[in-house]
């Protein structure tokens, strides 16, 4: 056990709805990243979090957004959804300083499927 | 650009054998950190071994060693004795100081009792 937490677990859904992705990071993380990844393919940065603050984009869609609340827990936000989006979408958390390891821990993911 | 290339999409080995994995990066960073990620049919990402770009001796964690040739931006995992529950996707990634991680596309590796 990472502890990340990431739910829902599994997310079925159809083209054109919305839907809304929630992962609690590692205590005393301040970091937290998103990451896709389609069927039999590595994971694919989309956006990273520090401390509320918005601190790298990767390939994140315009129909994609994320925050991140005060607590540290984070949302990502996923709308107009094409069946393409269907993916595992991974949560990781770090303590992000400037200097050391830096390690990234993973979450379970949350598998989603657009029909 | 960084990129991350795993040139092996599946590979075999007979338990108890060794085998080892390949991964290729580029960057032009100086500071940076390597990773092997184990994934289960579970889908959990298992953080296997990392290596700090800086350090010249290769990281062991038991049965998993990596040689790590920085002129040659080369990765590789070496997995000795190899057991059934080795069997997994391994993604090599790259990680350019604190920021996110850029991963390979996978290796299969695929354990034969």
């Known amino acids: 056990d990472s502890g990340v937490t990431q739910t829902p677990k599994h997310l079925i859904t159809a083209t054109g709805q919305r839907v809304t992705l929630r992962c609690s990071p590692r205590s005393g993380d301040l970091s937290v990243y998103w990451y896709q990844q389609s069927l039999d393919q590595g994971l694919q940065f989309l956006i990273q979090y520090y401390n509320g603050e918005e601190r790298a984009k990767g390939n994140i869609l315009e129909r994609f957004s994320a925050q991140q609340f005060p607590d540290l827990h984070s949302e990502l936000n996923l709308s107009s959804l094409e069946l393409g989006d269907s993916a595992l979408y991974f949560c990781?958390?770090?303590?992000?300083?400037?200097?050391?390891?830096?390690?990234?821990?993973f979450g379970p993911g949350t598998r989603l499927t657009v029909l | 650009a960084q990129t991350v290339t795993q040139s092996q999409p599946e590979m075999s080995v007979q338990e108890a054998e060794t085998v080892t994995l390949s991964c290729t990066y580029d960057t032009s960073e100086s500071d940076y950190y390597l990773f092997w990620y184990k994934q289960p049919p579970s889908r959990q990402m298992i953080l296997v071994i990392r290596?700090?770009?800086?350090?010249?001796q290769n990281a062991t964690e038991n049965r998993f060693s990596v040689n790590f040739q920085k002129a040659a931006k080369s990765f590789s995992l070496k997995i000795s004795d190899s057991q059934l529950g080795d069997a997994a996707m391994y993604f090599c990634?790259?990680?350019?100081?604190?920021?996110?991680?850029?991963f390979g596309t996978g290796t299969r590796l695929t354990v034969i009792p």
């Open positions: 990634a790259y990680r350019p100081g604190a920021n996110n991680l850029f």
């Open positions: 990781a958390s770090s303590v992000a300083r400037r200097e050391g390891r830096n390690e990234q821990f």
């Open positions: 290596q700090e770009a800086y350090k010249q």
